[in-house]
């Protein structure tokens, strides 16, 4: 198993287990270096000053805070250590909340938690625990000379953390400038929501795959044999331009029927979005809620 990128305790009360931080997701994109267009040589990076236009060294750069234009305040590497406090190797359980509760915009990177040396039987007693309860835990810990905010919740077998935004990071909606809810009418609103429900279908992840990088791979293989991809769009391209809200549904309604019909899904997965619809409450339930009910 690959090393974690983080050890220390996960601590809730008086109760510390020993664990590891694993990375959670993995960059599957292609890389891609900035090149000298006439030799194809790599470009590097240089640290040049501003005022004198030389070089820097690493050892000769220092962090600044811009308080105003072109005037700063230079920190220590003390300074960002006394601004962490108390510098711990723990993960620390503020409370337990209810899952449902939690914003989905507050959720920002999975990590996957492991039980270190002897900390098995607590690992599992609070894995258990946290799945009987349907809560999830509030966490704070410092990874990085950073302090963050985290969920701990349980998915499958194993504690998942998830790093949070903090509440001043989220956008208030009410800057936005949004259509009010009344904007649609009753007939346009039945048509949409018939839409929806011929386009219901169960939560299939690895069915929606990267066609962007999937395309951009065989771009990339086909150069490499001196050869031109041919590529074919899956589908027309659509028409950005604003056309009449109701023919548009109708046509959109005529398609999903149609598909539907070829797979012979639409009449069953039309009677599981009414039910589903029938079983939820008003407030919609947060995706971890869902992940959970789901392992």
Not at 50 to 59: C, F, H, L, N, R
């Amino acid at each position: 198993m690959a090393r974690g990128i983080w050890s220390g305790a996960l601590s809730f009360g008086l109760v510390n287990i020993p664990v590891e931080v694993h990375t959670a997701v993995r960059d599957t994109r292609p890389r891609f270096r900035l090149l000298h267009a006439t030799d194809r040589s790599p470009i590097n990076y240089e640290r040049v000053c501003q005022k004198d236009g030389k070089t820097v060294a690493w050892d000769d750069l220092v962090r600044g805070y811009e308080y105003e234009k072109g005037r700063y305040v230079v920190l220590t590497k003390a300074d960002f250590e006394k601004a962490a406090l108390e510098k711990t190797r723990r993960i620390d359980i503020l409370d337990f909340v209810k899952a449902e509760e939690i914003d989905d915009r507050y959720f920002d990177k999975p990590y996957y938690l492991t039980p270190g040396k002897g900390g098995d039987l607590a690992y599992s007693l609070l894995r258990e625990a946290i799945r009987e309860s349907g809560r999830t835990g509030i966490a704070k810990f410092i990874m990085r000379d950073v302090q963050h905010l985290a969920a701990i919740e349980v998915v499958g077998d194993a504690l998942v953390l998830s790093t949070l935004r903090f509440a001043d990071e989220l956008v208030d909606t009410g800057t936005l400038n949004l259509p009010r809810r009344t904007a649609a009418g009753k007939k346009e609103l039945q048509m949409a929501v018939s839409l929806v429900d011929s386009l219901a279908a169960e939560w299939q992840p690895e069915k929606y795959t990267d066609d962007y990088r999937e395309n951009l791979m065989r771009v990339i293989k086909a150069k490499m044999k001196g050869k031109t991809a041919d590529l074919v769009a899956e589908e027309p391209p659509r028409d950005a331009k604003v056309v009449d809200l109701m023919e548009r549904l109708r046509q959109s309604l005529d398609a999903s029927s149609g598909r539907g019909k070829r797979r012979g899904a639409v009449a069953s997965t039309r009677t599981r979005a009414r039910a589903a619809r029938a079983s939820r409450s008003s407030r919609p339930r947060s995706r971890t809620a869902q992940r959970r009910r789901a392992s």
